[in-house]
C-alpha cells in the first residue's frame, strides 16, 4: 500500500505486479504504508475501506498496475517457496506444504492455490485476484491501471497526471528481468491452465489478456 498526503494519491499494491520497484520509484512521496493490522503492504479494496483512511478514497487519485495471470501465478508461486524457508511468520503456512511436494509448481496450483482463501487469508496474498485491488462489486474503483509489461512507460504517465518524479530505481526482485509476456507458461501443465482459466477469469476480462487453450499444455 501506498498513500501520499501530500500528492493525494492511493497506490493499491497487487503483489508481484513489479511492486517492489514501483514501491520504490514512488517512495518519496509516500507517508503511510501499512494503513491496516493486516502485515501485508498488499490490502485489497474491501480490507481498505474498513480502515481510518478510507475517507481518503474520495478525493485521492487511486491506481496500481497488473499482470498477465499467467506469469503472475508463477511469480507468486516462487514467492511463496523463498518465504516458507526466509521468513519466520510464513514457515508454519507454507514449509510443510514444500516439503511434500518440493519445487512442484502445478500441484501448488491444483492441490493448494485452488482450494486456498486466496481473497482473505493474508498468506495467500500472491493468488488474491487483482480485481479485488481495483474493482469493488464489479465497478472499476481506482483511476488509473497501468501494466507490469509496460511499467515504466505507466510510471512516466503517473508523474504527468501527480505532477511528480519517481525515483531512479533497478528493477527489484526478478528473477527473469525480461518484460517478455508468458515467459513462465512453459511452467504450466493442463490442469493448471484450466484452474487458472477458471479462478481469475474476471482478470482476464478487465485488463484484456488473453486465455490460453488447456489444450496447448501436456496432460
Given at each position: 500500500?501506498?498513500?501520499?498526503?501530500?500528492?493525494?494519491f492511493i497506490y493499491f499494491v497487487i503483489p508481484k505486479t513489479g511492486s517492489a520497484t514501483a514501491r520504490k520509484a514512488f517512495s518519496p512521496y509516500v507517508?503511510?504504508?501499512?494503513?491496516?493490522?493486516?502485515?501485508?503492504?498488499?490490502?485489497?479494496?474491501?480490507?481498505?475501506?474498513?480502515?481510518?483512511?478510507?475517507?481518503?478514497?474520495?478525493?485521492?487519485?487511486?491506481?496500481?498496475?497488473?499482470?498477465?495471470?499467467?506469469?503472475?501465478?508463477?511469480?507468486?508461486?516462487?514467492?511463496?517457496?523463498?518465504?516458507?524457508?526466509?521468513?519466520?511468520?510464513?514457515?508454519?503456512?507454507?514449509?510443510?506444504?514444500?516439503?511434500?511436494?518440493?519445487?512442484?509448481?502445478?500441484?501448488?496450483?491444483?492441490?493448494?492455490?485452488?482450494?486456498?482463501?486466496?481473497?482473505?487469508?493474508?498468506?495467500?496474498?500472491?493468488?488474491?485476484?487483482?480485481?479485488?485491488?481495483?474493482?469493488?462489486?464489479?465497478?472499476?474503483?481506482?483511476?488509473?491501471?497501468?501494466?507490469?509489461?509496460?511499467?515504466?512507460?505507466?510510471?512516466?504517465?503517473?508523474?504527468?497526471?501527480?505532477?511528480?518524479?519517481?525515483?531512479?530505481?533497478?528493477?527489484?526482485?526478478?528473477?527473469?528481468?525480461?518484460?517478455?509476456?508468458?515467459?513462465?507458461?512453459?511452467?504450466?501443465?493442463?490442469?493448471?491452465?484450466?484452474?487458472?482459466?477458471?479462478?481469475?477469469?474476471?482478470?482476464?476480462?478487465?485488463?484484456?489478456?488473453?486465455?490460453?487453450?488447456?489444450?496447448?499444455?501436456?496432460?
Amino acid at each position: 500500500m501506498g498513500i501520499s498526503l501530500q500528492k493525494k494519491f492511493i497506490y493499491f499494491v497487487i503483489p508481484k505486479t513489479g511492486s517492489a520497484t514501483a514501491r520504490k520509484a514512488f517512495s518519496p512521496y509516500v507517508d503511510v504504508k501499512r494503513p491496516t493490522q493486516h502485515f501485508s503492504e498488499h490490502v485489497p479494496i474491501k480490507r481498505f475501506l474498513t480502515s481510518d483512511y478510507s475517507h481518503l478514497t474520495r478525493e485521492f487519485f487511486k491506481f496500481t498496475f497488473v499482470r498477465n495471470p499467467y506469469d503472475k501465478l508463477y511469480s507468486g508461486f516462487r514467492q511463496d517457496l523463498l518465504a516458507a524457508y526466509t521468513f519466520k511468520h510464513w514457515e508454519e503456512a507454507k514449509k510443510p506444504i514444500f516439503e511434500k511436494i518440493g519445487e512442484d509448481f502445478n500441484r501448488y496450483i491444483s492441490d493448494y492455490v485452488a482450494h486456498a482463501d486466496i481473497r482473505d487469508d493474508p498468506f495467500w496474498i500472491c493468488f488474491c485476484p487483482m480485481n479485488e485491488f481495483t474493482h469493488l462489486d464489479g465497478n472499476l474503483f481506482v483511476d488509473f491501471i497501468g501494466k507490469t509489461e509496460n511499467l515504466w512507460d505507466d510510471a512516466r504517465k503517473l508523474e504527468k497526471i501527480l505532477n511528480l518524479e519517481c525515483a531512479p530505481t533497478e528493477d527489484l526482485n526478478v528473477t527473469d528481468p525480461s518484460r517478455t509476456p508468458l515467459k513462465y507458461a512453459k511452467h504450466y501443465n493442463r490442469r493448471s491452465i484450466e484452474i487458472v482459466n477458471e479462478l481469475y477469469l474476471e482478470d482476464f476480462q478487465y485488463y484484456g489478456y488473453d486465455l490460453l487453450s488447456p489444450q496447448d499444455f501436456p496432460q
